[in-house]
């Protein structure tokens, strides 16, 4: 019988090993060094995230919430700080910064070539347009 291979390249839970050779697969697993395991967490982390967008009801949605979770509780841990501190910082920035309670989406902005605002929005990638009509009619040039 032809075996196949698939290259998975991902970071995969503690008990996944075990769960596949349960099914016959055979793995190629190894244990990462510190470095690399912080880096493979933040690509788990934006898979997961990207799994969250892709849901199609709320039960999807607490599993795909759960696993960003465990990636992010991961991640402290790895990371050396501790979700008490993370939590700590959310509501500060939610102080200063607001939530997500209103709901406000902002389609652009626009700014005067003198002003070095532009820098970040540059350095961040944000793409330059000509102009872009928003839901209430107003439009950026």
Known sequence: MRKRYFKIDKLIRDKMPEIMREQ???LNPRVLDH???IARLKDKLIEEASEV?????QDELVEELADVLEVVHALVIA??????????????KRLKRGGFDERIYNAAI???SSNTAIDYY??????????VENKAGQKFK
């Open 122 to 131: 540059l350095l961040k990638g944000y793409q330059e347009i000509e102009k």
């Open 110 to 112: 626009e700014v005067e």
């Open 24 to 26: 016959g697969l055979v």
């Open 53 to 57: 967008a892709q849901v199609a009801n």
């Open 35 to 37: 470095d690399e395991f």
């Open 79 to 92: 990371s050396g700080v501790t979700m008490e501190k993370v939590e700590r910082t959310r509501q500060a």
